[in-house]
């Protein structure tokens, strides 16, 4: 992999991994398309990582005082939350400790998988914008308690798959069970924090960040980190401005007519 090629790849991955339209489906699209090859899934996981140092600048003082309460055993919103995004992660790691090279083998499944997982993705931002929109008439719009959160965990286990949007994914299922679009977007977003860093952990652990194991060189990993972060940063402000004024249907709309193109692609 080139730098032009990871800074590139960087960019996109900071832009749509906090948009409902799937940041790893769009990485698989732009490799299939350019023919970048790499040997397993480190770029990937470093570019999350760099997302999701973003994700902690975005919200350093929201981490502080979680972090802070609950160190000191305090019973504050702040100590709940931590202790609603800990039971959310649940799914997610028992996925990446049982199914973790079935999941990096569909990375290698071009663009089918991913086209079909786009017009899922489109499917649940409908549905979950038609839900909140009658759950908000009735008047039954509720906080994220355990159940919520376990709930939109499983959600984000299924997103692991290339094509199916993360955020599109959890912030969907949050809206769908009465969630207010103030307190979704923000837990969704902080929710990613803990598997990917774990999972960046087990692979610097492991020597998974080694030129001679991945075939990409440090300063290719370094330029794709350095543009998924900035890029990254706006896209994390930008869509906690989309969820509370804008309507999903053009995401859904999106991703249903992307889908539909990686679906005919390789029939042509």
């Known amino acids: 992999m080139k730098g032009f090629e990871a800074l590139i790849l960087g960019l996109l991955q900071g832009l749509t991994e906090f948009l409902p339209v799937s940041s790893s489906g769009h990485l698989v699209i732009v490799k299939t398309l350019f023919g970048i090859e790499t040997e397993d899934a480190s770029f990937e ?15 350093r003082k929201e981490l502080w005082e979680m972090v802070s309460d609950t160190l000191r055993f305090r019973n504050t919103p702040a100590t709940g939350l931590t202790l609603r995004l800990l039971f959310s992660a649940i799914p997610v790691l028992i ?3 049982f199914f973790k090279e079935k999941v ?15 017009l899922l993705t489109a499917v649940l931002l409908m549905v979950s914008q038609w839900l909140s929109a009658l759950r908000h008439k009735k008047g039954s719009v509720r906080p994220i308690g355990y159940r919520e959160a376990f709930l939109i965990g499983i959600a984000q286990a299924f997103a692991v798959l290339p094509g199916l949007s993360r955020s599109g994914a959890t912030i969907a299922t949050g809206l769908s069970l ?4 103030d307190k979704v977007a923000p837990f969704s977003f902080l929710m990613v924090l803990i598997p990917v860093l774990g999972e960046a952990f087990l692979e610097i652990l492991g020597g998974g960040f080694a030129p001679a ?13 350095a543009a998924a972060f900035v890029s990254g940063l706006l896209a994390c402000k930008l869509m906690i ?6 309507r999903f249907t053009w995401f859904a709309v999106y991703c249903m007519l992307a889908g539909l193109a990686c679906l005919i692609v390789p029939l042509l």
């Open 45 to 59: 996981i470093v570019v999350h990582l760099a997302t999701v140092l973003s994700t902690i600048v975005v919200f």
């Open 241 to 246: 401005t989309i969820v509370r004024k804008v």
């Open 213 to 225: 194991r991945t075939g990409i060189t440090f300063l290719a990993l370094a330029i794709g980190f």
């Open 95 to 97: 996925v990446g400790l």
């Open 178 to 181: 009465g969630g207010n679009k």
């Open 104 to 118: 990096e083998t569909l990375f290698s499944g071009g663009l089918t998988i991913v086209g079909w997982m786009l």
